[in-house]
């Protein structure tokens, strides 16, 4: 209990604060800017902290890494275009609320939704701590398949209507992601000789085609205005967008623990969660759900998921050295270069910086969510503006976001075709979602089926209970629905 | 108002012209500066360095060389005659390829320099990549590190001689073009002991494997397997590739006293750094020489012993020696992870 306390202190000292809210500032920017995210921000700052005392270090680089995810989502809700991976969830209805005149609705949800499932993540951690060991080793290569397959068959809720073509869509996105240097075979698929093909398809640069591209040329080609009829000057949803997730606060405990528990997995983040979410959302709605409409639960959904993953995330990171997160493992570098040894020593030796950094997570996330709401204003006057100026910065935006990621033209390239694709994709009526998740899970699918046939035959997906479970739940999440109509229809009452 | 296919035409060249942008605007770095490395009026009358100096990362940030290479960058221009800055980039892809080429293609005229993983690279080039370390400017070693095997408490084989006496090891790698994952695939075939190799995303994950129990052993370099040997016994220690007892393990026997002390040469870890070939000489040796004061500082001596990882440089002579040596002794292992990849 002391070590809470003195976490405290060692937290609220002056100036570790001030290093917070700058890093604060620094994770809203690169999480705000395509292309640009917790990673690259992480990397800048790392050399930043040299003359810091570790407790203030770290109080920098969390607070980077928790503001991240919200500032995200104010792309993604105003221009369409997920600021960082985890974020493209928050695109299917924040985007479709800005374009209603709700800007100010989907960005207080958010901010709300961000903080809260911080408060959530950071709960479960001090909480789950002491287990935190046994968690972390329960989930092996039958337990990442079975939830890659749960991940995928998020693609069957999202896609209820037109199922072929989303199936379409999804398959399509598993091909892309069999492009490159395969591991486990010592295959090179699809590269057509390219070096750059090598790595395969990046996620980066394809999320911004696909969504801020295509809005792009959408706006463009189709001359429609942007924000809708009603130019509402939208900051009244504010208040009322922060409350939502008050009046949803069960789907939004349930994303945040599901957020939580993705995090823990070392090596699945955000952008797993963020969909996991947003299906689950989908799944469990009943009361008049109008998902991709704007409805204002697909926005709660994934940015609680994504501020609880990085107190997820933290579990392995400090317990095992082993990082949750591709943020975190930037943040491991950092812990080592600070002289700081994560691991079973860290927790014995040194728990007050622990709790440095939990009070940092949540403490972000509401400093970025104030920051947020009051510049709020100015920011949903973006969606004021004549498409016939939005398109061209949204396009820049975009291609500077692409080759920002890692510096390389290919990128820029890749941003493109995708861009054009998710055009005809939105043309001829296929959801990009589906797309999306199997570029995602493509790759864990793949490597964790081989890890688990080499290692412990077909078996093991079936004797061990966590995968079973996570097996049994995705059937059930698949046939559920299934039921659920076959039996309003034969009481006569339309599904 | 413009037609449909007007506006269609309209935007193909803005977004050409865009990527085209982009695309320049980010590769002017090592352009436009004066040409100060041409002078060679020996040392101290060349203008080097009169702005800051690259150091190419062929990894993404937080592993081991991201980490001692930022730790070097740190200290490297207190030692050169002017303390500009020298600044990490990470150049992740294609399994070290893209970075080590960027190098490969920058301009020798001492802003660029990248660190190297030996003996991975030294496969890399044998596999086939496009650029010759052996014309690479070598500058000098960080450290060397020295291979610990480990069992799985879950294991059913508890010693080598269990291993060896029969049955298949099951044993966690990355990749076998890894570093790692190489030493184990040509350790195991020299031994003739069985094995099945599992891959995985990234060491981490290879080790938490074997610390559930999913595989039976992995070879990792000792800073990142200390953890789990000797701050908590999550795995046993079979072997240390060393060639006397090393450091705390001093109940772990040597390859050598296991019977294969020839090991030494292959199972082996070097951190180099180097800049592309032709790099004038009097630009080297201002490099080279604060290189090595650099990683004798100590304080970067006290760092990367708090990292795990004590420092054990080597010269730039050293260096290119290992890169001659590495280079004749993998190419009988070329067959031997090819056949492997199938």
Request: charged letters at 15%.
């Amino acid at each position: 209990m002391l070590d809470v306390i003195q976490g405290l202190e060692s937290f609220l000292a002056w100036p570790t604060p001030l290093f917070m809210a700058l890093g604060v500032l620094l994770g809203m920017l690169f999480g705000f800017l395509p292309g640009l995210g917790g990673v690259q921000a992480l990397a800048l700052a790392t050399p930043l902290t040299f003359g810091m005392l570790p407790n203030q270090a770290m109080a920098m680089l969390i607070g980077i890494m928790g503001a991240v995810p919200f500032g995200g989502s104010i792309s993604a809700i105003l221009i369409n275009t997920p600021g960082t991976p985890q974020n493209a969830a928050t695109t299917f209805d924040g985007y479709p609320l800005a374009r209603q005149g709700k800007a100010g609705l989907a960005l207080g949800a958010s901010a709300s939704a961000s903080v809260l499932g911080a408060i959530v993540g950071a709960l479960v951690l001090v909480a789950l701590m002491p287990l935190g060991r046994q968690i972390v080793l329960a989930f092996s290569y039958p337990e990442y398949f079975m939830l890659a397959v749960m991940g995928l068959s998020v693609i069957a809720v999202v896609s209820q209507g037109s199922m072929w073509k989303g199936l379409a869509a999804g398959l399509f996105g598993l091909l892309i992601c069999m492009i490159g240097y395969d591991p486990v075979t010592g295959a090179v698929r699809y590269t057509f000789g390219l070096d750059y093909l090598y790595d395969g398809i990046k996620l980066v640069p394809a999320l911004i085609g696909l969504f801020a591209i295509s809005e792009a040329l959408e706006l463009m080609l189709k001359n429609k205005s942007f924000g809708g009829d009603e130019k509402i000057s939208s900051t009244g949803g504010l208040g009322e967008g922060i409350m939502s997730v008050f009046h949803n606060f069960w789907l939004f405990l349930r994303c945040s623990v599901l957020g939580f528990i993705v995090g823990v997995i070392p090596g699945v983040g955000g952008s797993v969660s963020n969909f996991v979410a947003y299906g689950h959302a989908v799944q469990t709605t009943t009361k008049n759900p109008h998902f991709g409409q704007g409805d204002i639960r697909g926005v709660i959904a994934p940015q609680s998921s994504d501020t609880a993953k990085d107190g997820g995330a933290m579990v392995p990171t400090i317990v095992f050295g082993i990082p949750g997160s591709v943020e975190t493992a930037v943040l491991l570098g950092a812990l080592i270069l600070h002289g700081l040894q994560p691991g079973p020593k860290l927790m014995l030796e040194e728990p007050a910086i622990v709790y440095v950094m939990v009070y940092a997570l949540v403490a972000s996330n509401i400093l970025a969510g104030l920051l947020g709401l009051f510049g709020a204003k100015y920011l949903a006057r973006l969606t004021d503006m004549p498409s016939a100026l939005l398109a061209p910065v949204i396009f820049s935006l975009a291609i500077m976001g692409a080759y920002a990621t890692e510096g390389i033209l290919g990128d820029v390239f890749v941003a493109l075709v995708f861009g054009v694709l998710g055009y005809c994709m939105r043309e001829f009526g296929f959801n990009r979602v589906p797309m999306v998740i199997a570029l995602v899970l493509g790759a864990m699918l793949q490597q964790t089926y081989h890890q688990t046939i080499m290692s412990m035959g077909a078996q093991g997906f079936f004797v061990r209970p966590i995968s079973l479970g996570l097996f049994a739940i995705t059937v059930l999440m698949l046939i559920i629905p299934v039921i659920k109509n076959r039996r309003a229809r034969e009481g006569g009452i339309p599904a | 108002m413009i037609t449909k296919s007007g506006r269609l035409i309209l935007l193909a060249c803005i977004m050409l012209s865009l990527a085209l942008l982009s695309g320049c605007s980010g590769a002017g770095d090592n352009q436009g500066a004066e040409d100060t490395g041409k002078k060679t009026a020996g040392a101290g009358s060349v203008d080097f360095p009169a702005r800051d100096i690259t150091f190419i990362v062929p990894v993404s940030p937080g592993g081991g060389f991201d980490t001692y290479a930022r730790l070097l960058a740190g200290y490297w221009p207190k030692y050169l005659p002017k303390q500009v800055h020298v600044i990490v980039k990470n150049v992740p892809g294609g399994e070290w390829n893209v970075g080590i080429g960027e190098t490969n293609r920058a301009k020798p005229d001492g802003y660029t320099v990248c660190i190297f993983n030996i003996p991975a690279n030294v496969l890399n080039q044998l596999l086939g990549a496009d650029y010759d370390l052996a014309k690479m400017t070598w500058i000098g070693r960080i450290t060397d590190t020295v291979y610990v095997g480990a069992l799985s408490p879950k294991s059913k084989f508890k010693t080598f001689e269990d291993m060896k006496k029969g049955g298949e090891v099951i044993v966690g790698t990355v990749g076998l073009s890894s570093g790692a994952g190489l030493g184990a695939l040509i350790a195991f075939q020299e031994m003739g002991i069985k094995a099945k190799f599992i891959p995985h995303e990234g060491s981490s994950e290879a080790i938490m494997a074997a610390v559930r129990g999913d595989v039976d052993y992995v070879q990792y370099p000792y800073p990142s397997l200390r953890e789990f040997i000797t701050d908590s016994k999550q795995l046993n220690p079979v072997v240390v590739y060393y060639s006397e007892r090393y450091g705390e393990l001093t109940d772990v026997p040597t390859i050598k006293e296991l019977g294969y002390g020839q090991l030494l040469d292959t199972v082996n870890l070097e951190y180099l750094v180097a800049g592309p070939p032709g790099i004038p000489d009097d630009v080297a040796e201002i490099l080279r020489d604060s290189f090595q004061k650099a990683v004798n500082d100590p304080e970067f001596i006290d760092k990367m012993e708090k990292a795990g990882q004590p420092p054990h440089p080597a010269t730039a002579e050293e260096a290119a020696q290992t890169i001659q040596s590495s280079l004749k002794a993998y190419e009988k292992y070329k067959e031997l992870v090819l056949e492997q990849r199938k």
